[in-house]
């Protein structure tokens, strides 16, 4: 166990529909980081939140948005859902977003589009 | 483009057999190496890490990994693996610039021990 929790653990949706997913971070840590893992690839960056506020993105379009919260807890953001948003969305908290600063990863979001 | 490849997609062995996973990442610059473990219906745990210094680094649970800059690789090993070594293994990789500690990962591979 690392101490970051992710709500819900599964949740199903339909195509067109909005989803929020929550993540609690681990203790002291400041900077959340959200990933897409799609089955049978390896996860893919999608944000991250530092000190609430956007702190770098990857390849995702703007219906992808979160938030950070006073706590440093965090919410990903997912409009207009598509079939290929089918996926484990992983949060990773960490003390602060520099290189080499290790990630401790939560249990996921299980997101079926239907 | 930053990438991270995976060659061995699905990899089943008998217990006490060796164990080495490839991995080879795209750029040339600084790296930060790291290699998780996936067990069945558990999160992302960290195997072992390389930032700088001994190239042969060693994790838990017996694995170890070796740091070949001029092949970009950072390949894992395990002398003798155990049933219990059953789980996805991903590698990542902290590309040098920009202002976050993100991770590129490979696509994973899939080991099966068998008793």
């Known amino acids: 166990e690392t101490g970051v929790t992710q709500s819900p653990t599964h949740l199903i949706k339909t195509r067109g529909q909005q989803v929020t997913l929550r993540c609690s971070s681990q203790?002291?840590?400041?900077?959340v980081s959200w990933y897409q893992q799609a089955l049978g690839q390896g996860p893919q960056f999608i944000f991250q939140?530092?000190?609430?506020?956007?702190?770098g993105r990857g390849n995702f379009p703007p219906r992808f948005s979160g938030l950070q919260f006073p706590n440093y807890s965090s919410e990903l953001n997912v409009n207009a859902l598509e079939l290929d948003d089918s996926a484990l969305y992983l949060c990773?908290?960490?003390?602060?977003?520099?290189?080499?600063?290790?990630?401790?990863f939560g249990p996921g979001t299980r997101l079926t589009v239907t | 483009a930053q990438s991270v490849s995976q060659h061995n997609h699905h990899v089943i062995l008998s217990e006490a057999a060796s164990l080495e996973l490839g991995c080879n990442y795209s750029?040339?610059?600084?790296?930060?190496l790291f290699w998780y473990v996936q067990y069945p219906g558990q999160h992302l745990q960290l195997l072992l890490k390389y930032f700088s210094g001994d190239p042969l680094v060693k994790g838990i649970k017996g694995f170890e990994a070796e740091f070949i800059k001029s092949k970009f690789s950072f390949n894992l090993r395990k002398p003798s693996v155990q049933w219990s070594d059953t789980a996805e293994y991903f590698c990542a990789v902290q590309f040098g610039g920009g202002a976050t500690n993100k991770l590129i990962f490979g696509t994973g591979t899939l080991l099966a021990v068998q008793p």
């Open positions: 939140y530092y000190r609430e506020e956007e702190n």
């Open positions: 750029y040339g610059g600084t790296v930060n």
């Open positions: 203790s002291g840590h400041n900077t």
């Open positions: 990773a908290s960490s003390l602060d977003p520099s290189r080499g600063i290790e990630q401790y």
